[in-house]
C-alpha cells in the first residue's frame, strides 16, 4: 500500500514521533504499574524520579520532567514571555466557556465575525445572554475568499463595525477553521487606538505551532489553544495563555475563585495546579493524564524542528498550478490573508452533489488524507516537506476522478 500523503489537521493532527513514543511507553508503564507511588513520583518530579531499570524500560517518557518543565515549553512555542501564566485543560472547549466569563464581565458588546468557530460563538452568545449583553457579529468570510478584503481593508471593516456600534470587547480566531489567517495584531492595535477595548480573547485551535503566535508583545489578554491539531500531540488538551499587565490579576484571581467555587469545572486543570504546587489531592477526581505526556512531547518535536515557510510557498504553487490545470477553483484569500490551508472546488457536478464523507474516501483511496465540505470543496492542509515526485503523482489522480 502506497504511503498516505497527510493534508488534514481539521481533526486530531498527525501524531508526531515522540508523542507517539511516549503514548505507547506510558499505556506499557501502565499495564505494568498503574496508579502506584512510581507514577505519582514520575508526574510530579519527572522522569528522573523513576529508578534506573524501570527508565531503561520505557525510555519514551523521559521527555517528561514534571509541570514547570511543560509550561515553559508551550511558552516557548507561543514566543510568549518566561513570566506569562499557562492553563492546562483536558478540553479547549472548557477554557472558551473560562474565556467567554472573563469576556463578558467587563465588556458589554463583543464583535465577533463570521469566521469564529460555531460551537465558541455559541459559548459566547451563552455567557452574554445570561447577562443582558450584546454580541455584534460581522460577516467577511465569503469576500475574504473571493479575494474581495486584503488585510488593510479587513482591519477597515473590523474598526469601522466596532466603532459604530459601541463594541468594547473582541473575540477573533487568528486563522479560521478554512485557513484565513487574520492580522489580529494589527486590528487590536487599530481599536486601541480608535475606541475602548476592555478585553480581547484569541482563538488559536488552527493556529498553534502553525503561524507565529508572537505573544511577548501583550497584544491580547486571553488565548485558547489546543495540543491535538498542528502541535500534533493527537490526544486533545487545551492551553491557555494570559500575562497581560492590565488584565492577568483580573484573569488569575477571576479563574481560581471561579474554580473554587465549582463555577469551572475542569479537574486536569485543577490536577496540574497540584501537581506544580508539589501535591496531589489523595481525594481528587481522577483525569486522563496520556495528553499531558503526548502534548509535553509534541512540543520538544516542534521546538525542535521548526516549520519553513519557503517549502510551504513551493507547495501550495505546486498544487495550486495542478489543481488550477484540471479545473479547480482556489478559494485562497489574497496573500496577506493566507495561511498553509488551502481551499478548493471540483469542477464537477457529481462532486459537487455528493457528500464530504464520498469525497473523503476518494481521496483516501489514493493515499491521501485531508478535509471535505459540501459543494465539493476539500481543505488541504501544506506540509512542512516538499511534495514528492510520488505526492504529485497522487495529488495529479484524485484530483482528476471525480465522485
Not at 516557548?76 to 472548557?94: G, H, I, M, Q, T
Not at 459601541?166 to 492595535?189: A, H, Q, S
Request: aromatic residues 8%.
Amino acid at each position: 500500500m502506497p504511503e498516505l500523503l497527510y493534508l488534514d489537521t481539521a481533526r486530531l493532527g498527525l501524531m508526531s514521533p515522540r508523542a507517539c513514543r511516549a503514548s505507547v511507553d506510558f499505556a506499557r508503564f501502565a499495564g505494568e504499574y498503574g496508579a502506584t507511588l512510581y507514577l505519582t513520583d514520575f508526574l510530579r518530579d519527572g522522569f528522573t524520579s523513576l529508578p534506573s531499570g524501570i527508565r531503561d524500560r520505557y525510555s519514551g517518557l523521559e521527555d517528561w520532567l514534571g509541570v514547570s518543565s511543560l509550561r515553559q515549553s508551550l511558552r516557548a512555542l507561543s514566543n510568549a514571555k518566561c513570566d506569562s501564566n499557562v492553563l492546562v485543560a483536558s478540553r479547549a472547549a472548557s477554557l472558551m466557556k473560562l474565556a467567554a466569563r472573563l469576556l463578558v464581565r467587563p465588556c458589554h458588546n463583543i464583535l465577533v465575525t463570521d469566521l469564529s468557530w460555531p460551537a465558541y460563538d455559541r459559548i459566547l452568545r451563552r455567557a452574554a445572554n445570561n447577562r443582558g449583553y450584546k454580541v455584534t457579529k460581522l460577516r467577511v468570510r465569503r469576500r475574504i475568499l473571493k479575494r474581495h478584503l486584503t488585510a488593510d481593508e479587513l482591519t477597515d471593516n473590523i474598526a469601522t463595525q466596532f466603532v459604530r456600534d459601541g463594541c468594547d470587547g473582541l473575540f477573533l480566531p487568528l486563522v479560521d477553521n478554512l485557513g484565513v489567517r487574520l492580522p489580529v495584531r494589527r486590528i487590536v492595535e487599530r481599536l486601541r487606538n480608535e475606541a475602548e477595548l476592555r478585553f480581547v480573547v484569541l482563538d488559536a485551535a488552527q493556529a498553534y505551532n502553525h503561524v507565529p503566535l508572537n505573544l511577548a508583545s501583550n497584544y491580547c489578554d486571553f488565548v485558547i489553544a489546543g495540543c491535538h491539531k498542528w502541535l500534533r500531540a493527537f490526544t486533545p488538551m487545551g492551553v491557555g495563555f494570559f500575562g497581560h499587565p492590565a488584565t492577568a490579576d483580573y484573569i488569575r484571581d477571576s479563574t481560581q475563585r471561579w474554580m473554587r467555587q465549582g463555577a469551572i469545572d475542569e479537574p486536569l486543570m485543577r490536577f496540574v495546579d497540584e501537581l506544580d504546587g508539589g501535591a496531589c489531592q489523595r481525594f481528587g477526581e481522577t483525569v486522563s493524564l496520556s495528553p499531558l505526556l503526548t502534548s509535553n512531547a509534541a512540543v520538544i518535536d516542534a521546538l525542535r524542528n521548526r516549520e519553513s515557510i519557503e517549502v510551504t510557498t513551493d507547495n501550495e504553487r505546486v498544487l495550486t498550478s495542478m489543481a488550477d490545470s484540471l479545473g479547480w477553483r482556489v478559494l485562497t484569500p489574497s496573500n496577506d490573508l493566507r495561511s498553509r490551508i488551502v481551499l478548493l472546488q471540483s469542477p464537477h457536478e457529481s462532486d459537487r452533489l455528493a457528500s464530504p464523507e464520498t469525497i473523503r474516501r476518494r481521496f483516501l483511496n489514493r493515499s491521501i488524507a485531508l478535509s471535505a465540505y459540501t459543494c465539493g470543496i476539500v481543505r488541504v492542509s501544506l506540509p512542512s516537506r516538499p511534495f514528492s515526485v510520488d505526492d504529485c503523482a497522487a495529488l495529479q489522480s484524485a484530483l482528476a476522478s471525480t465522485a
